[in-house]
């Protein structure tokens, strides 16, 4: 009763500021997330990267044994770079040559090797304007 | 085809209706002001809000109290604040009046 | 018939855009017959998007291919029910669905609340309005169901994944969810464009708010439950964009909930709550174009579509014009109440509120970032799973525990000393469970254990509340013990339905916890006649079967299941193969352990030519007790909602007392 200023403010303040730090320190321990790119920029890149593109066959081997093999090439189709990958780990359903997909990994020895189990396909467009055959 | 087209014809027909209904049914009415809450009834709705929100303040602390979240002292203590401004409330609403008694109060009163 | 669609949808067009201009003319004169003739167009322009939507439905069950909508979404061997779903399954269909839920929610918000809130209604129909005005006219001029064509042998047919019940109920829940926030908005900027900035605006919407917060958590659970038994990758909630677009609105949604409270008794955080609201709606917007653009990459996401930029455009012109309007009214805002104490209800509420809030922006962060480094770095980054999950756990788990804190201390200012005694049991209660469960092992994730812990408060402390509750009631004069409880929880709906809704969170932070912080995994090839172990489980591959039904081929490999010496029966796993749209579906096992709560969940991942399975399994703690806990969370919503009598007649009764008008 006695107080006049009321604790509110300061007890907002204090908050986000704990907030803020925590986010800080988060960001700045475990670093960012992983850049998002197409196959065409991929030469010459070091460290994990997200993989996006165009699944191209001939799609071989076996992702549970020695690891699938296949090609990545941009969505665009602008650019003509194939991305040779390696998978291995749980293959999506959907997936499969004409899909786009999404793959987390590294560049080696000019092989995408990438991260088990990290490919995502994208469900095959509902929400897209229409097309002639309608067959994805 | 011209099923579809009579349809939609209908359809604008109703939806014309509909938004001049209110004008076709009072033609020519008595008061055409919206029914809004002048100064004084709006500080009376006000106190009366005022009113029931003390005593469900009261009300909720009596049950927080008999059922334990509250203990003795802290209902103690609680309890003056609370009962002194639901009898505020309702002392305002009293020395306010009804509304009819409105016309006899000094002008400075009204909001 | 497409052309009576495409009219219905030009006429509510106009009726809303009648109402906006009307509604705004009438509320700024002050002319009664005008704001009825905006109410009337407000409730028309629901007639009319019914008679739309009839026009689509009635297409669709036809197989009507000339529509171009109806060809792209279903085809002749598509189930009926299915046919049905494809009304919101695509772009044009789930727009319009949107308008329909919209002036639905609009006509019955301004007709149910025209006796005692009418000072607000002559302004809610213009902002309601808006909004429509907004969606109609995307129908209209930008993505129209009712656009046809030459119509082909067969549509294209739907997606084997869209295939299931699920299809039917998540969908319209979400849209009734993120819908129902506009009602709450729209009061809102009434509140602040009629200058009534009390109270009346929150009671107004109480329910309104309720109901679309129940039906968005309603309808995750139901999607949650859908990644986990039919998409079947092994989790249920992947921090998709997608899957946060729903998640955000529903913490701001719940936030917003708490703080109305505060608002309620104390007349505090005016401004707030109106920065809240604004929040959850435009989260709601955001969510509606995130799901629908193609902006972000996400295992949901579609082609970029031409409704991305409007979208963008009106959530931008309705957060300008939203805080424009808090801005003017500043002044006028300000509370009539201090915050006493730092511990205090009020501020238990405002904690959770910080902490709800920084979450959802957290996860608004990760949503959003990769789009603004690809704007300022031009490369795109993408946020992981460790990202969300840390920040789950440091917002979530306080959270967790504030949800056992808030209701049992009192308003203004709680001393100390009762704080020992209210809390003591609940205390030896979470620290004893933390020591057995440490004992049982669960010291190998220490969130998962602190999960638990905090659980174990929580729960304490809702299980005090009805029980000394029961036993007030009782000593008032209740015949019976189920006759106190249940008047205790009819007399009080909103504290004890709020009450089973924390209890339905409760089971739902300790099935998360134990899913995700407990759980096994182990991947094997196998032949006929191999077994696996898993967390105690024996899994022996014996024989692999296919069979013929209507549209597909299923392929299932048999499993034999043991735990030590018990026999427990047999699990199928493998796949289905579509012939028709030539896609594989995967189609998990599942065997829930009644007692446990337990699943053993096996994926065939991948089904060679001579038999030869690898399998992926999963033991996974608890898990269904996130299920039961939507049931729950179902009974608390129902509970909180239903309509009080007494409530209503009270309301009534005060508008009398100041003589207004009984109708118009």
């Not at chain 3, 299931?164 to 979400?174: I, K, Q, R, S, V």
């Amino acid at each position: 009763m006695a107080r006049k200023a009321s604790p509110a403010r300061l007890v907002i303040a204090l908050a986000v500021a704990a907030i803020l730090a925590v986010f800080l320190l988060y960001t700045s321990i475990a670093g960012g997330g992983n850049p998002s790119i197409s196959p065409s920029e991929l030469a010459g890149r070091s460290g994990t990267v997200q993989l996006a593109g165009l699944v191209l066959g001939p799609v071989r081997g076996d992702a549970h044994a020695d690891g699938l093999r296949f090609g990545l090439r941009d969505i665009d189709g602008e650019a003509n770079t194939t991305v040779p990958v390696l998978y291995t780990g749980s293959v999506p359903d959907l997936f499969r040559a004409g899909r786009h997909i999404v793959v987390d990994g590294e560049l080696r020895n000019g092989t995408f090797v990438a991260d088990p189990g990290s490919m995502i396909t994208k469900c095959p467009s509902k929400y897209s304007p229409s097309r002639n055959s309608g067959k994805d | 085809m011209t099923v579809a087209l009579v349809l939609a014809a209908l359809l604008a027909v109703a939806a014309v209706i509909v938004v001049a209904l209110p004008f076709l049914v009072e033609p020519e009415p008595e008061s055409d002001r919206l029914g809004e809450l002048d100064g004084t009834e709006r500080r009376r709705l006000e106190q009366l809000e005022a009113r029931d929100r003390a005593l469900a303040a009261l009300k909720e602390l009596e049950f927080d109290h008999r059922t334990g979240t509250i203990t003795d002292e802290d209902y103690r203590e609680l309890l003056g604040p609370l009962r002194r401004e639901a009898a505020r409330a309702l002392q305002a609403l009293e020395r306010f009046g009804a509304p009819a008694a409105d016309e006899e109060r000094p002008e400075a009163e009204r909001t | 018939m497409p052309e009576l669609g495409h009219a219905a949808l030009l006429v509510t067009f106009g009726l809303t855009a009648y109402a906006l201009v009307a509604g705004v003319a009438a509320a700024r004169l002050g002319r009664r017959r005008l704001a009825a003739s905006a109410r009337n167009a407000l409730v028309g322009a629901f007639g009319s998007t019914l008679v739309a939507s009839a026009v689509l439905l009635a297409a669709l069950l036809r197989n009507d291919f000339s529509f171009t909508y109806v060809a792209r979404t279903t085809s002749e061997a598509l189930p009926t029910a299915y046919t049905i779903s494809a009304f919101w399954g695509g772009q044009e269909g789930s727009l319009l669905l949107w308008l329909l839920v919209l002036t639905g929610f609009g006509a019955a918000a301004v007709l149910l609340n025209r006796r005692w809130a009418r000072d607000l209604i002559v302004w809610v129909v213009p902002v309601f309005a808006a909004v429509a005005v907004f969606f109609s006219f995307l129908l209209v001029a930008v993505a129209s169901p009712f656009a046809t064509q030459q119509a082909p042998p067969d549509g294209a047919g739907m997606t084997p994944s869209l295939q299931n019940p699920y299809m039917l109920a998540h969908p319209p829940l979400l849209y009734l969810g993120y819908v129902g926030l506009t009602v709450p908005f729209a009061f809102a900027m009434a509140a602040l464009l009629s200058g009534r900035l009390d109270e009346r605006w929150l009671i107004a919407t109480r329910r309104w708010t309720l109901l679309a917060w129940a039906a968005l958590g309603i309808g995750q659970l139901l999607g949650a439950h859908w990644a986990y038994v039919e998409v079947g990758w092994g989790g249920y909630y992947a921090w998709d964009p997608v899957e946060n677009a729903a998640l955000m609105p529903w913490l701001a949604a719940t936030a917003f909930l708490h703080s109305v409270m505060i608002q309620e008794k104390r007349g505090m955080l005016r401004v707030w709550n109106l920065l809240l609201v604004l929040l959850a709606f435009s989260l709601a917007l955001f969510g509606t174009f995130l799901t629908r653009s193609g902006v972000v990459n996400s295992i949901h996401s579609f082609t970029q579509s031409s409704i991305g930029p409007w979208f963008l455009a009106f959530i931008a012109v309705t957060v300008f014009v939203s805080l424009a309007l808090v801005f003017r009214r500043l002044p006028e805002l300000r509370s009539p109440t201090k915050l006493e104490s730092p511990i205090s209800r009020e501020a238990a509420f405002l904690y959770n509120n910080l902490l709800l809030l920084a979450l959802c922006l957290t996860i608004l962060w990760g949503v959003v970032y990769p789009l603004l480094s690809e704007a300022v770095r031009g490369e795109a980054v993408v946020l992981g799973r460790s990202y969300y999950d840390f920040f789950l756990r440091i917002f979530g788990l306080p959270l967790l525990l504030l949800m056992g804190i808030g209701p049992l201390i009192a308003w203004r200012r709680a001393s100390l000393s009762s704080l020992l005694t209210t809390f003591r049991l609940p205390t030896i209660v979470a620290l004893a469970a933390g020591a057995v469960l440490l004992a049982l092992g669960a010291g190998s994730s220490v969130p998962g254990l602190v999960a638990y812990t905090f659980s174990a408060f929580v729960a304490t402390t809702i299980a005090m509340e009805f029980v000394r509750g029961t036993r007030a009631r009782k000593a008032l004069g209740a015949a019976s013990w189920p006759s106190a409880f249940g008047s205790l929880i009819s007399r009080n709906r909103r504290r004890y339905g709020g009450y089973v809704v924390h209890a339905a969170i409760v089971l739902l932070a300790v099935g998360v916890a134990g899913s995700s912080a407990f759980d096994s995994v182990k991947d094997a090839r196998l032949e006929r006649g191999e077994s696996m172990t898993v967390a105690g489980y024996t899994l022996t591959y014996r024989s692999l079967e296919e069979r013929q039904v209507s549209n597909a081929t299923e392929i299932r490999a048999l499993l034999e299941v043991r735990r030590g010496d018990r026999e427990l029966g047999t699990l199928k796993a493998g796949k289905n193969a579509y012939t028709i749209e030539d896609q594989l579906s995967n189609e998990v096992g599942i065997r829930s352990d009644l007692l446990t709560g337990e699943d053993l969940f096996v994926i065939a991942e991948q089904i060679g030519a001579d038999g030869v399975v690898d399998f992926r399994v999963f033991v996974k703690p608890l898990v269904n007790l996130i299920w039961i806990a939507g049931a729950v969370f179902l009974l608390g919503s129902a509970i909180t909602l239903w309509p009080d009598a007494r409530e209503q007649r009270r309301l009534v009764a005060r508008t009398q007392e100041i003589g207004l008008p009984a109708t118009r």
